[in-house]
């Protein structure tokens, strides 16, 4: 997919910004709060109804007004035009349209504009709590599998009513109980399958790139996936722990305790891996689901978005993620940075078109 044109009115700190973009790469530099990241966030927003970073309709409408809105005008790997709105006001429900037509279910619009970011944010995928691995997971799937995101919403729906269930004073209906816990075990049979042939067939796209931007062919990555389903099926294991579970009020078994390990040369990256060790990792990852993604469905080639990824980085490993964005990728880029040395590095070994915008105030100059 290439982004051609962007308007944002009143999203963040943007008033109005109306952008045409290159379709290779295109450099955002500016100081720190003058809307960089902003504009990356508003892209984001388009592909998946929602903020990258969590916050709130409400939030994302800049201060002082009612509403924002969004709309760009894209085109596919085949040719076909694509127009992208969506406008959210205060109190009031979120509007995405696709060529004019409104969503009324903002999943189906999940995977029609494929996206990968890369933030400073990743690095929790290392360091974080399980969720932000489990949501790299569901990040990818659910661009290229429809029927994965619907039992992971309706895995997550239900698993909310059985935890309200078992925090009730009052015991819980048995009948019900029997109702939700098959409901849940199907659909967990289905996230489960769907994230096991992920993770393999993910990890040789992600070594690849490891070994791409870390020069030190000592530093073997890997990445295994732990979770309850290879115990058997959920069905089981909620019934044979639905009296602990009534005890600590939540379901302790699921998909939704899956996780990812990440190890380098059989130690956990977390705990024995460098500053720049941890940062490579997470940006590989990254870079392996955008790969990833190229190959997957109607092989579109998603947008990539880059906000600020070389502070803290090694100059030799700078210098390879450099080679691989401008060099080895075929789509459109987004990079964002506050170093202008590290944008002229990347114009300079362009041999395509590029575009470059200075950022001040939420405003965007050339």
Do not use: W
């Amino acid at each position: 997919m290439i982004l051609h044109h962007l308007s944002v009115y009143n999203y963040r700190n943007i008033a109005e910004a109306e952008l045409d973009f290159s379709d290779g790469v295109n450099c955002l530099t500016g100081a720190n709060a003058q809307g960089k990241t902003n504009l990356l966030d508003a892209v984001y927003f388009l592909s998946f109804c929602k903020s990258c970073g969590g916050a709130t309709d409400a939030l994302n409408i800049r201060h002082g007004e009612d509403a924002f809105m969004i709309s760009g005008v894209y085109s596919s790997d085949s040719g076909t035009e694509e127009t992208i709105s969506c406008a959210a006001h205060r109190g009031q429900r979120k509007r995405v349209r696709r060529n004019g037509k409104e969503y009324q279910r903002l999943a189906d619009h999940v995977g029609v504009v494929p996206l990968v970011m890369i933030s400073p944010h990743d690095q929790e995928l290392i360091t974080g709590i399980s969720e932000a691995r489990r949501r790299l997971m569901n990040g990818v799937i659910s661009q290229y599998d429809a029927t994965y995101l619907s039992a992971v919403m309706r895995y997550e729906r239900t698993l909310r009513q059985r935890n309200a269930l078992l925090r009730d004073d009052a015991e819980p209906d048995a009948e019900v109980m029997a109702v939700l816990e098959e409901m849940m075990s199907v659909d967990a049979a289905v996230i489960y399958a769907a994230r096991r042939s992920f993770v393999e067939a993910f990890t040789p796209f992600f070594e690849n790139i490891y070994r791409t931007l870390c020069s030190d062919v000592a530093e073997m990555p890997a990445i295994s996936y732990a979770s309850h389903s290879e115990r058997g099926e959920l069905l089981d294991l909620l019934a044979a722990y639905r009296t602990k579970e009534r005890i600590v009020g939540h379901t302790l078994h699921g998909p939704h305790r899956d996780d990812l390990a990440f190890t380098i040369g059989g130690f956990p990256v977390r705990h024995e891996g460098s500053q720049g060790q941890t940062k490579t990792f997470f940006i590989a990852l990254k870079l392996a689901q955008y790969d990833f993604l190229r190959t997957k469905g109607e092989r579109r080639v998603p947008l990539l978005l880059l906000d600020d990824i070389f502070d803290k980085l090694d100059t030799e490993r700078v210098s390879r993620i450099v080679r691989y964005v401008s060099g080895g990728m075929p789509g459109q880029v987004f990079i964002t940075d506050t170093d202008r040395s590290h944008v002229d590095k990347i114009l300079s070994s362009l041999s395509g078109d590029y575009r470059h915008f200075h950022v001040s105030g939420g405003e965007f100059s050339l």
